[in-house]
Each structure stands twice: as structure tokens, then as C-alpha cells.
């Protein structure tokens, strides 16, 4: 920012500038490129109006044909400077009228206006009128007229319109209710009434001073959405009026803030374009703890959970079971064939669909567009990561619930040295049926008895002891096995569901969050 706009502007308004330059980046992001563009031309135009300083105060008379306009600023200036006609249009360019020394050359050359006059304000000048109100610093431009056939006319009317700093329309008691003025102008204006004036001419025709009729212009002026207008009842034939005239303009020199006010108006607009309306839900608030339920069902936690349980079953099986049966529950269909998740379940992925979409409808509210459109864009830009995530974070959990705890390895030991035992005991006997069925060798001296159980060979103990001790152990830990079966369930549902609440912020709520901080930045320009 120039040093000369920080000096001659106010500095409330220098940081609204500056904070508009941020919004309209942030704009760019979500409102059509042309709604961008206008701002970034209005944001170009006020920053250039500032730096030429507020010092001078730029004022434009603008009109219809013949309502008098140039005999308007010819009677202001104290002589004849522009041609006048009540029946065609003959101001076909805009001349300026510079009342005071300063020089006004480079603010006129960004306006872009080349005939110029200045009026002689010395005390000399002014001393057979010592009450005339000191105009020094005025710009007064005298517009060609807005009704004009020629294009060229009108096109020249709007472009200085958005660049003047006061705006006095001047009409007669014929066209003061003419459409072309009042759709055309005063209604788009309705948010400038700070730089707006109005004055009636021609009131020397009417009977009573053109009270009834200035009165008439002002309510047609409220209907406008300009509640409260002062019409001027003049004559530039006359003269009737021109101190009430001379006073609005000298007020608005003496204040030096035409300028500002007119770049506020500016900016205020600009913020209403901008179509911030309705309210935002809060994007950490309750509706997300309906997202991470809607992504937790999504993800199948409870289903996971189940299936956790059984995989820690047979997990426990396959590792503390009888080593002679486990080939059985190796053949079974495994519990992770049916692990839940997004992409696993025809379901699955629809819902998650639908939990993202009910929260950036939740989120935007009741907002205008294009707010509920971004916070859908921003709650699906990571749909396919987070998905990725939900399916990964189900089958990490689940698979960590077979992990087999310490103890099982000491009962996984005791089936193998049991399991030994018995088949060392299947083996002695078989060895002794061969021996002594087959060679006829006398097997007794291979059969000696089980210590304290004379009946049972010792064989025969190993194997029967051995099979029935670990059936029984294999019985027996079904019991620990159901229970921790359970608190591993619970325990990978909770890590789901932990790990959903952390994909749903980084990939859901965290995008969501940052257009909600947009929607903040840009509604501050209003």
C-alpha cells in the first residue's frame, strides 16, 4: 500500500481495503468468476480514488435533457462556461469546473475528463460577495445528459457515476418522474444515499416554488429505497434556491470525507453482493457426533466387533486346542472373510454417502449460495481417502484382536508335552501288538504297570491320560477364551469408532471448517 494512501485516507477504512483485498482471494474460491472480477474492479477503483487524496471533493451534475444542468454549473461558476438548451442535448463530453488552486490535473486525468475550467477564488474575486460559501476544493463535472439518443452519451453518464464521489441529480417538473432516472439510477443507488443528492429546476414555472412537486420527487426518491431524501427546489434562471445549493456543496467540501463515504457505500455493497445470508451450524458442534456415528455404522464397527470376537476364538483354538483336532477348525470358513467396511458391504458405502451429505447439509443450514454447495464440495474432497481409511482402520483392529495373549503360549506348551505323552503311549502299544501278535515275542517285561494302577499298563496310561487331559484342557479354556473373546470385541469397536472420530476431522471436519473460516472472512466486508 502506497505511503500516499495511508496518509490521506482513514485508516479504518485503509484496513477495510485491506481486508476486502483478502476476501475477494477467498472469493475467488467459491462465486463465479465475473461476480470476482467486478469486485476486484471495484477494490481496483477505490484504492486508486484514495490515493489521489480526499482534499478534493469530486461532484457531478447529472440529468436528463434540458433540466438544466449546465446552466446549473454556469450560474455555480458566476459565468458562462458551458453551452445550455431546454431543447437537445449539447453537453456531448464532461467538463470540469475547479473551484480553488489545488491542483485537481492528475485527479482529472484519472477521470479521464479533458475540458477543464477554473474558477478564480481569491479574496479579490470574492469581495463583492462576501457571503458566497467558500467552494474551494470542489470538482464539479458536468455530465452529458442520461437520456441522451447517443450512445456514447450514456455510456460516459455510467462510467463516471461509479466514480464520482457526490452524485446531485438535477430534473425539471416534467421528467422528475421518469423511469429512466429512477430505475435506471436512483434505484441501483439505494446503497449510496450518503453521496446522493436531489435537486428539482425550473421551479420558477410553478405557482407554488415547486413544493408540491419537490415533495412528490422525494416520496417517488423514498419508493426508491432512499428513505429520507432532501430535494432542492432551484432556479438557474433566477437564482431561487442556489444558497440552500451552495451550502449542501460546501458542507461536503469542508467535511473532506465525499471520498470515503462514497468508497464505504462502495464496499458495503460490494459486501451485499456477496450474498452472506442465513447462518452456518457449528462444524465441531453436535452434528458431528452424528457424522462419526453415521461413518462408525458405515464402517461396521459393531459387526467388526463380532467378528474380532470369533477371530480371537479360533485364534485361541487353533493355538491352545488339541493338536489332533485343530486341522478341522483350520478348514472352517475364517471370521475375517466377513470383516464389515466401506467397499466390503453393498450398504456400507451408501451410508457413508449419506452421514457426509447430512452433515454439510446440517452445517450449512439455511446459508444462501454458494455455501451449502462448498461445504458439500469440502465435506466429500477426501470421500475416497477417508473410505480408504475406515476400510483399513476395521481390518488393523480386527486382525489385532487375534493377538495372542502370553499365557497362551504356557497352555499351547502343556497340549504339545500332552499330545506327546499320548501319542508316545499309542506307539509303545503298537509296537507291543506288532511284537507280540505278529513275532510272538513276549511283550510283558514292555508292559510294565501304571505306578498305583496295576490293571493299567503304563502305555495304555500314557495314551488314554494324555488325550483326555488335553481334551479336557481344550474344554476348560473355552471358558478365559469366550471372555477375553468379548473384551477384545469391545476393545476393537472402541478403537474403530476412535479412529473414525479422528478420519472424520482430518479428512471431513477439517476441510468443512476452513470454508466456514472463509464464510467468516468474506461476511466481514458487509
Known amino acids: ?259 470515503l463515504v462514497r468508497v464505504d457505500a462502495d464496499l458495503a455493497e460490494a459486501g451485499n453482493a456477496l450474498q452472506i445470508t442465513g447462518s452456518f451450524g457449528d462444524p465441531s458442534g453436535r452434528q458431528r457426533e452424528a457424522l462419526v456415528a453415521g461413518l462408525a455404522e458405515a464402517a461396521g464397527s459393531e459387526a467388526a466387533a463380532d467378528v474380532a470376537q470369533r477371530h480371537h476364538v479360533r485364534q485361541g483354538s487353533l493355538t491352545m486346542g488339541w493338536p489332533f483336532t485343530r486341522f478341522a477348525r483350520r478348514l472352517a470358513r475364517k471370521p475375517l472373510a466377513d470383516l464389515p467396511g466401506p467397499g466390503r458391504t453393498g450398504a456400507a458405502e451408501p451410508r457413508a454417502d449419506l452421514a457426509l451429505r447430512d452433515y454439510a447439509e446440517a452445517i450449512a443450514g439455511d446459508s444462501d449460495r454458494p455455501w451449502p454447495s462448498a461445504v458439500r464440495t469440502a465435506a466429500f474432497s477426501e470421500r475416497d481417502e477417508l473410505l480408504d481409511d475406515l476400510r483399513r482402520s476395521v481390518g488393523r483392529e480386527t486382525v489385532k484382536a487375534g493377538a495372542k495373549p502370553r499365557w497362551w503360549t504356557l497352555v499351547a506348551w502343556l497340549q504339545r508335552v500332552l499330545a506327546i505323552t499320548a501319542v508316545v503311549g499309542l506307539v509303545w502299544l503298537v509296537v507291543v501288538a506288532i511284537l507280540g501278535g505278529f513275532f510272538q515275542f513276549d511283550t510283558g517285561p514292555l508292559l510294565p504297570p501304571t505306578p498305583e494302577a496295576e490293571w493299567m499298563p503304563l502305555p495304555s496310561a500314557l495314551l488314554i491320560g494324555g488325550a483326555v487331559l488335553g481334551l479336557l484342557l481344550s474344554l476348560l479354556m473355552r471358558i478365559p477364551l469366550s471372555v477375553g473373546a468379548a473384551r477384545r470385541g469391545r476393545t476393537a469397536r472402541k478403537a474403530i469408532e476412535k479412529q473414525v472420530d479422528e478420519h472424520a476431522q482430518s479428512r471431513v471436519v477439517a476441510p468443512v471448517l476452513i470454508v466456514a473460516a472463509d464464510r467468516d472472512a468474506i461476511a466481514g466486508l458487509r
Open 1 to 259: 500500500m502506497s505511503e500516499a494512501l495511508s496518509t490521506t485516507a482513514d485508516s479504518e477504512l485503509v484496513a477495510r481495503l485491506d481486508a476486502f483485498d483478502a476476501a475477494s482471494v477467498l472469493a475467488a474460491k467459491y462465486y463465479p468468476e465475473d461476480d470476482v472480477r467486478a469486485l476486484e474492479i471495484l477494490r481496483d477503483k477505490a484504492r486508486s480514488r484514495l490515493r489521489h487524496g480526499t482534499t478534493l471533493t469530486v461532484v457531478a451534475i447529472a440529468g436528463a435533457t434540458g433540466s438544466g444542468k449546465s446552466s446549473i454549473v454556469n450560474r455555480l461558476a458566476g459565468t458562462e462556461l458551458t453551452a445550455s438548451s431546454v431543447r437537445r442535448p449539447t453537453t456531448s463530453a464532461t467538463h470540469a469546473v475547479v473551484w480553488g488552486d489545488e491542483d485537481a490535473g492528475p485527479l482529472l486525468d484519472w477521470l479521464d475528463v479533458t475540458h477543464r475550467y477554473q474558477v478564480d477564488t481569491s479574496p479579490a474575486a470574492d469581495a463583492g460577495s462576501p457571503d458566497t460559501p467558500v467552494l474551494d476544493g470542489l470538482v464539479l463535472l458536468d455530465l452529458p445528459d442520461h437520456d441522451s439518443t447517443a450512445v456514447e452519451h450514456r455510456i460516459e453518464v455510467d462510467r463516471l457515476v461509479e466514480l464520482v464521489d457526490v452524485l446531485v441529480w438535477v430534473t425539471d417538473p416534467q421528467k422528475y418522474a421518469d423511469a429512466a432516472l429512477h430505475l435506471g439510477y436512483i434505484q441501483p443507488l439505494a446503497n449510496h444515499a450518503g453521496i446522493l443528492r436531489f435537486v428539482l429546476n425550473q421551479v420558477d414555472r410553478l405557482d407554488d416554488g415547486g413544493l408540491a412537486v419537490a415533495n412528490d420527487f422525494a416520496r417517488l426518491v423514498a419508493e426508491d429505497g432512499i428513505a429520507g431524501a432532501t430535494v432542492l427546489a432551484v432556479s438557474a434562471l433566477t437564482g431561487a434556491g442556489f444558497d440552500q445549493l451552495e451550502d449542501e456543496l460546501a458542507q461536503a467540501i469542508a467535511a473532506r470525507n465525499a471520498a
